[in-house]
C-alpha cells in the first residue's frame, strides 16, 4: 500500500513537473521567435506624405527620387546619422521659414567631410557614426 | 531606577522586545509573499521593487529572493538587470537546482541581449549530469546562441537534441530539413560572388541576387555616367572629362558592388530567418503535442 502510495505521487509529481517545463519551453520560444528578424527597409515614401505646401512637396518628391535610385547605389560617404539628405528634408519639414531650414542645409553639407574631428560630436551606437539632428 | 525593577515593567520591556523580533521577521516573510503574489498578477516591476526591499533588509534566504528579482527583471526586458541578479544568485547559493537555474536564466538574458558568446561561455558552465529535466532548455540555449554565431552544425545537433529531448522522432528529421535548407540558401547567395560579378558587369551582382529593378537601376546610372564620360571627352578633353566625371563614375561603380553584396546578405539572412522560424514553429508543436499527453 505505501509502495503505490509513493509510486502514485512521484508519478504525478513527474507529470507536474514535465508539463510545467514544456509549458515554459513554449514561453521560451515565443519569447525568441522574432530574434533574427531582419531589421525592416526604410520607407523613405513616409517623408513625402506630411508634406504643407508646394515647396516641401517638391522638395519631399526630389529626397524619395534621389534615396531610391541614385543614393541606393552610392557608397556609404556620408559622416552623420541622419544623413544630409534626410536632415534637410527634416529641416524642410520642421523649419516654419524655410531660408533657415536652406541655411541649415548648406551648413551641415559644408560640415560633412571626413576630416570632421573627433569628440565633436556624440556618436550614435547603432551606426557609429556622428549624431547631429535637426535639434542640435 | 526603582521602576525598573518592578516586575510588571520588567516584563513588558521582555514581551516587547520579543515582540519587536517577531514582527520583523514577519514583515520580511508577508513582504516577500505580496511580492509572489504581485509576480503572479504580472506587476514585475512593484514585485521587483519589493523583492529588493526585502533583500535590503537582510531576508534569510537571498539566493532565491536574487533569482526571483532577477525573472522580474527578466520579464520587463530589462535584461542587464536581470543578468546581473542571476550572477548574484548563482554566487550566494549552495544548491546545484539553483545555480542551474541562474546560469540558465543569465544564458537567456544574455541571448536576448544578442551577447551570443558570453552565453555559449556561461552554458558550458553547467554540468549536463546535474541538471535532471533541465536539459532541453540548455540544448534550446545553445541552439539559438550557435545559430546567432553562424556555427550552423553546432545549432544544428543542439536543436535536434532539444527534439529528442520532447521525445520527438519526426522533429529531430525536419529540423534536419530546416538547416539544409539554410545551407543550400548560404550557397545560392554568395555575398562574394554578387560583389565580383557587379565589379564585371554593374548591375550584374543585384540580378544575381534577384533584384531586377536594382540591377537595372544600377546599370541605368553608370551607364548614363560612361556616356557622360565619353562626352565630356569629346567635347572638351580626356583629362577633363577624367578629372569631372570619373570620380562620380567610381563612386556609383563601388557603391553598385556594395550594394549587390549587401542585398544578397539580406537575401540570405532572411531566408536563415525564415528556416529560424520554422524550427521554432516545430519545437512549439512538439511542446504542445507533449503537454497533450
Same mark, same amino acid.
Given at each position: 500500500? /505505501?509502495?503505490?502510495?509513493?509510486?502514485?505521487?512521484?508519478?504525478?509529481?513527474?507529470?507536474?513537473?514535465?508539463?510545467?517545463?514544456?509549458?515554459?519551453?513554449?514561453?521560451?520560444?515565443?519569447?525568441?521567435?522574432?530574434?533574427?528578424?531582419?531589421? =525592416?527597409?526604410?520607407?523613405?515614401?513616409?517623408?513625402? %506624405?506630411? $508634406? /504643407?505646401?508646394?515647396?516641401? #512637396?517638391?522638395?519631399?518628391?526630389?529626397?524619395?527620387?534621389?534615396?531610391?535610385?541614385?543614393?541606393?547605389?552610392?557608397?556609404?560617404? *556620408?559622416?552623420?546619422?541622419?544623413?544630409?539628405?534626410?536632415?534637410?528634408?527634416?529641416?524642410?519639414?520642421?523649419?516654419?521659414?524655410?531660408?533657415?531650414?536652406?541655411?541649415?542645409?548648406?551648413?551641415?553639407?559644408?560640415?560633412?567631410?571626413?576630416?570632421?574631428? %573627433?569628440?565633436?560630436?556624440?556618436?550614435?551606437?547603432?551606426?557609429?557614426?556622428?549624431?547631429?539632428?535637426?535639434?542640435? | 531606577?526603582?521602576?525598573?525593577? /518592578? =516586575?510588571?515593567?520588567?516584563?513588558?520591556?521582555?514581551?516587547?522586545?520579543?515582540?519587536?523580533?517577531?514582527?520583523?521577521?514577519?514583515?520580511?516573510?508577508?513582504?516577500?509573499?505580496?511580492?509572489?503574489?504581485?509576480?503572479?498578477?504580472?506587476?514585475?516591476?512593484?514585485?521587483?521593487?519589493?523583492?529588493?526591499?526585502?533583500?535590503?533588509?537582510?531576508?534569510?534566504?537571498?539566493?532565491?529572493? *536574487? +533569482?526571483?528579482?532577477?525573472?522580474?527583471?527578466?520579464?520587463?526586458?530589462?535584461?542587464?538587470?536581470?543578468?546581473?541578479?542571476?550572477?548574484?544568485?548563482?554566487?550566494?547559493?549552495?544548491?546545484?537546482?539553483?545555480?542551474?537555474?541562474?546560469?540558465?536564466? @543569465? #544564458?537567456? $538574458?544574455?541571448?536576448?541581449?544578442?551577447?551570443?558568446?558570453?552565453?555559449?561561455?556561461?552554458?558550458?558552465?553547467?554540468?549536463?549530469? %546535474?541538471?535532471?529535466?533541465?536539459?532541453?532548455?540548455?540544448?534550446?540555449?545553445?541552439?539559438?546562441?550557435?545559430?546567432?554565431?553562424?556555427?550552423?552544425?553546432?545549432?544544428?545537433?543542439?536543436?535536434?537534441?532539444?527534439?529528442?529531448?520532447?521525445?520527438?522522432?519526426?522533429?529531430? #528529421?525536419?529540423?534536419?530539413?530546416?538547416?539544409?535548407?539554410?545551407?543550400?540558401?548560404?550557397?545560392?547567395?554568395?555575398?562574394?560572388?554578387?560583389?565580383?560579378? #557587379?565589379?564585371?558587369? =554593374?548591375? &550584374?551582382?543585384?540580378?544575381? $541576387?534577384?533584384?531586377?529593378?536594382?540591377?537595372?537601376?544600377?546599370?541605368?546610372?553608370?551607364?548614363?555616367?560612361?556616356? +557622360?564620360?565619353?562626352?565630356?571627352?569629346?567635347?572638351?578633353?580626356?583629362?577633363?572629362?577624367?578629372?569631372?566625371?570619373?570620380?562620380?563614375?567610381?563612386?556609383?561603380?563601388?557603391?553598385? &558592388?556594395?550594394?549587390?553584396? @549587401?542585398?544578397?546578405?539580406?537575401?540570405?539572412?532572411?531566408?536563415?530567418?525564415?528556416?529560424?522560424?520554422?524550427?521554432?514553429?516545430? +519545437?512549439?508543436?512538439?511542446?504542445?503535442?507533449?503537454?497533450?499527453?
Amino acid at each position: 500500500m /505505501k509502495l503505490i502510495r509513493i509510486f502514485s505521487i512521484t508519478l504525478i509529481s513527474f507529470i507536474v513537473f514535465e508539463t510545467n517545463c514544456n509549458a515554459q519551453l513554449f514561453n521560451d520560444i515565443q519569447r525568441v521567435d522574432s530574434l533574427f528578424k531582419p531589421a =525592416p527597409k526604410t520607407n523613405f515614401s513616409a517623408f513625402a %506624405k506630411g $508634406s /504643407k505646401n508646394e515647396i516641401e #512637396s517638391t522638395f519631399s518628391t526630389m529626397f524619395v527620387l534621389y534615396k531610391n535610385f541614385i543614393s541606393s547605389q552610392d557608397i556609404d560617404a *556620408c559622416v552623420f546619422q541622419p544623413s544630409c539628405s534626410v536632415y534637410a528634408i527634416e529641416c524642410i519639414h520642421h523649419e516654419k521659414s524655410k531660408l533657415i531650414a536652406f541655411m541649415k542645409i548648406s551648413d551641415r553639407l559644408m560640415r560633412c567631410h571626413p576630416l570632421v574631428s %573627433k569628440g565633436a560630436y556624440k556618436i550614435d551606437k547603432i551606426t557609429g557614426k556622428n549624431f547631429d539632428p535637426i535639434e542640435n | 531606577m526603582n521602576w525598573f525593577r /518592578k =516586575p510588571v515593567v520588567l516584563f513588558l520591556v521582555i514581551i516587547n522586545f520579543f515582540s519587536i523580533q517577531l514582527t520583523y521577521c514577519q514583515n520580511l516573510d508577508a513582504i516577500v509573499d505580496f511580492s509572489d503574489q504581485q509576480f503572479a498578477k504580472g506587476n514585475f516591476e512593484l514585485a521587483a521593487n519589493e523583492y529588493n526591499r526585502a533583500l535590503f533588509f537582510g531576508y534569510y534566504a537571498s539566493d532565491q529572493l *536574487c +533569482l526571483k528579482i532577477a525573472n522580474c527583471y527578466f520579464n520587463q526586458n530589462q535584461l542587464e538587470q536581470s543578468a546581473r541578479f542571476y550572477d548574484r544568485a548563482y554566487f550566494s547559493s549552495s544548491s546545484d537546482s539553483l545555480k542551474t537555474e541562474a546560469i540558465l536564466g @543569465k #544564458s537567456f $538574458s544574455l541571448i536576448l541581449d544578442k551577447k551570443y558568446v558570453m552565453a555559449l561561455s556561461e552554458l558550458m558552465n553547467i554540468d549536463s549530469a %546535474k541538471i535532471n529535466n533541465q536539459e532541453v532548455k540548455l540544448n534550446f540555449l545553445k541552439g539559438i546562441a550557435y545559430f546567432g554565431l553562424h556555427e550552423d552544425d553546432l545549432s544544428e545537433e543542439a536543436f535536434r537534441k532539444c527534439a529528442e529531448g520532447l521525445s520527438s522522432n519526426t522533429g529531430t #528529421s525536419e529540423i534536419e530539413t530546416d538547416f539544409n535548407a539554410i545551407r543550400k540558401s548560404e550557397k545560392r547567395y554568395n555575398p562574394h560572388t554578387a560583389w565580383l560579378l #557587379s565589379l564585371l558587369v =554593374p548591375g &550584374a551582382g543585384q540580378l544575381y $541576387s534577384g533584384e531586377f529593378k536594382e540591377a537595372a537601376n544600377s546599370a541605368a546610372l553608370l551607364g548614363g555616367l560612361l556616356y +557622360l564620360t565619353v562626352s565630356f571627352a569629346g567635347k572638351y578633353s580626356v583629362f577633363e572629362a577624367i578629372a569631372v566625371v570619373l570620380p562620380w563614375f567610381q563612386r556609383y561603380y563601388m557603391g553598385g &558592388a556594395n550594394k549587390a553584396e @549587401k542585398l544578397t546578405l539580406e537575401k540570405q539572412l532572411a531566408n536563415r530567418y525564415q528556416s529560424y522560424q520554422s524550427i521554432m514553429k516545430r +519545437l512549439e508543436v512538439e511542446c504542445q503535442k507533449n503537454q497533450m499527453k
